[in-house]
């Protein structure tokens, strides 16, 4: 467990004195407060972070997540030749990168919603949208470090990382709407859900909507959407998806980080 | 007004007759019995369990003191008022049972003018207050609740049935089938009640013209709300809240010709306000928030006028079926506005498509309604709004609002 702190208070120390983190914590910051600035109310200045949650944290978690690894490569190295764990060592390296990610997103978009708390955005919509915002992060960093372990080839690795941030936002729902159009004869609901957990930023945005727009979801013609999202079944399948969209890219990253020949 | 002035003469009551604990009668209908136009019968606290009670004397008041229960045992009617100007004020009403060949209530008026039904109580009937082709009455300050499980078991809270003339004001029905109901039941008048929970809709009318809607609160309805078949009605400054399902409305209008939707608020329904063969209604000042559909406009549906409203965090602010548009949406303030306004009006210089694209995807492809909010959505959106192609281009707003009206 000591090596894990160490590590992570190397790299929190790293990421700290790194104008890229804080620059992002302002950004959000800034955005936040200024949607509610020029007149936003709640709900609107929830919706408005929704897309930038979809679109903007995963692209910074896999850009800046791969370029971190990366550049930590020789400080990993140095620690290897001690008599470290590797899992540890691994553990203290995610940690220092997801944690300061997802706590900047936290921070930034948490606070102008702390300090407008009067204008009428539900507290079941802010949870959910900080609660995808940092299982993004968290998802997200965890992909980075799998990437760049993988590829040794850095500008490989990045574009890898740029391609998977087109594939989760933009490309797959694509793909979905096709789907959905091709196959509108059949019963979709069930297939739909499914492709739905198997796309992080989709669970995420689901996650936000069962707090949203339930009125709207509710409003489709089917009993499973019914008991999907009218109870509190539907966040939750969100949520837990949430966590494995976390755990196996983690996984696949650390089985990776402990059998590799440095 | 020359009957209230009437009921007002000291003359008009020429006796008390007291049921109950140091009363002279023991039941209530043996005191209706001896009683005479203009008496009061007055029931003190107690339980009463006799045959359905029969008002038959004109200009009576029967009235509670204590709430009085007076219950149906699961087999019967409660009360029935069948003389005119009587007042029941006061009572509790309960356990009518379910009954599939009668339609049991709790109090119900059959043919009979000015009746004044008031600060009653009614529990657990199949149907709560029952007017029958009776004019002119007055059903105020009642509390009605009802427990029944499936639509088929269950009555109406407050229903009438060609009574013309009625007032229903400040009520407050919970879980009955429809909480307040109107059928054939012209020039009346509806304010200030609260219809919650109802197993089918909150208020349900049908063949009423030139009926008055104001101030009510509808909410968790399982249905909603719905309108039908009349003229010239006016609903004004209602809440319409939380009806959530696919054949679920805040409100239902359905051949309504010429009517007044004015100063509502429409919150987080997954319809709003859907309009279907109604024409030249005049919808203004509403506030639609949070709905799933804000307003479903139907082709069928011509010359409404929607103006002055707000739209406000819908998921869809406006769809209809058709390419061309029969309504006119003009001077309405929408959340996603984004345009300008150079000359500082307070109206946008460019037009506002209220239905989006994604509407339109969804209408012909349900189930892609989980894609809502995904960025990929909002890119085809802002296409298509910049190069209409698909959505109906007559359907806009030309002076949308820079800001909230009022």
Redesign the interface.
């Known amino acids: 467990m000591n090596v894990v702190s160490l590590v992570l208070q190397a790299g929190l120390r790293d990421l700290s004195r790194n104008r890229w983190i804080v620059a992002y914590t302002l950004c959000f910051l800034g955005i936040a407060e200024g949607l509610f600035w020029f007149g936003g109310?709640g709900?609107?200045v929830l919706?408005s972070l929704?897309?930038l949650v979809?679109?903007v944290l995963p692209l910074v978690a896999l850009v800046f997540g791969t370029i971190h690894v990366y550049a930590s490569r020789e400080f990993v190295e140095l620690l290897l030749a001690q008599p470290v764990p590797r899992r540890q060592l691994f553990t203290g390296l995610y940690l220092g990168l997801a944690l300061p990610l997802a706590g900047a997103f936290v921070l930034g978009a948490g606070i102008p919603f702390a300090v407008h708390a009067r204008e009428g955005a539900s507290l079941g919509g802010v949870v959910a949208l900080l609660c995808a915002g940092v299982g993004l992060s968290l998802a997200f960093a965890a992909i980075a470090t799998w990437i760049a372990l993988r590829t040794d080839d850095r500008l490989k690795g990045i574009g890898l990382a740029l391609g998977a941030w087109l594939a989760a936002?933009?490309v797959y729902?694509?793909l979905?709407?096709g789907a959905?159009?091709a196959f509108?004869n059949y019963p979709?609901?069930r297939p739909?859900?499914a492709l739905?957990l198997a796309n992080p930023v989709?669970v995420a945005?689901?996650l936000?909507?069962t707090q949203?727009?339930?009125?709207?979801?509710?409003?489709?013609?089917?009993a499973l959407f019914?008991r999907t999202f009218?109870t509190v079944l539907g966040t939750g399948v969100a949520a837990a998806a949430l966590i494995i969209w976390c755990a196996v890219p983690l996984g696949l990253a650390e089985r990776r980080f402990t059998r590799r020949d440095f | 007004m020359l009957l209230a002035l009437a009921l007002a003469q000291p003359t008009a009551r020429n006796a008390d007759l007291t049921v109950g604990a140091g009363g002279r009668f023991s039941t209530i209908t043996a005191a209706l019995a001896a009683a005479k136009p203009g008496d009061r019968v007055l029931v003190r606290a107690g339980t009463y369990r006799e045959p359905t009670i029969v008002v038959r004397t004109e200009r009576l008041t029967l009235e509670g003191e204590g709430w009085p229960v007076l219950d149906g045992q699961g087999a019967r009617e409660v009360l029935v008022i069948a003389a005119d100007d009587v007042t029941v004020r006061g009572i509790v009403a309960r356990n009518t049972g379910v009954s599939n060949l009668e339609d049991r209530a709790g109090i119900r008026a059959r043919s009979v003018r000015n009746c004044v039904i008031e600060g009653n109580r009614l529990r657990d009937n199949l149907w709560g207050i029952y007017l029958q082709q009776s004019a002119d009455c007055i059903v105020r300050d009642n509390d009605i609740e009802a427990h029944g499980v499936r639509q088929t078991e269950s009555g109406n809270g407050i229903h009438l049935w060609y009574s013309p003339g009625a007032r229903v004001e400040r009520n407050h029905v919970r879980g009955q089938r429809d909480g307040i109901y109107f059928e054939f039941s012209p020039h009346g008048v509806t304010r200030d009640n609260v219809s919650e929970r109802s197993q089918r809709y909150g208020l349900h009318f049908m063949f009423s013209d030139s009926c008055r809607y104001e101030h009510n609160i509808f909410r968790d309805n399982t249905s909603g709300v719905a309108v039908m078949y009349s003229r010239g009605v006016v609903i004004t400054a209602n809440r319409f809240e939380?009806s959530?399902?696919?054949a679920?409305y805040g409100l239902l209008l359905k051949d309504i010709m010429g009517g007044e939707i004015s100063n509502n608020t429409f919150d987080?329904?997954?319809?709003g306000l859907f309009v279907e063969g109604s024409s030249r209604l005049d919808v203004r000042g509403n506030v639609f928030?949070?709905?799933?559909?804000a307003a479903k406009v139907l082709a069928d549906a011509d010359e409404n006028r929607f103006s002055g409203n707000q739209f406000?965090?819908n998921?869809?602010d406006v769809t209809t079926n058709s390419r061309s548009a029969n309504s006119t949406f003009d001077g309405n303030w929408w959340?996603e506005y984004a345009g300008y306004d150079l000359n500082r009006d307070g109206v946008g210089d460019t037009a506002f498509h209220p239905v989006r694209l994604f509407a339109l995807?969804v209408e012909?492809?349900?189930?892609?309604?989980?894609?809502?909010?995904?960025?990929?959505?909002?890119?085809l959106d802002a296409a298509e709004r910049v190069l209409p192609v698909l959505t109906p281009e007559a359907l806009v707003d030309r002076h949308p609002l820079m800001r909230p009206p009022r």
Not at chain 2, 289 to 293: E, I, P, T
């Open positions: 109310t709900p609107q919706l929704l897309n979809l679109l936002t933009v729902d694509g979905v709407l959905a159009a509108g979709l609901e739909l859900l739905m989709d945005r689901v936000v909507l949203l727009d339930v009125s709207a979801l509710m409003g489709y013609t089917g019914e009218g | 939380r959530w399902g696919s679920a987080r329904n997954s319809t928030s949070q709905n799933g559909w406000t965090g998921a869809f959340d995807v012909e492809h349900p189930a892609a309604l989980l894609l809502l909010r995904s960025p990929l959505v909002s890119i």
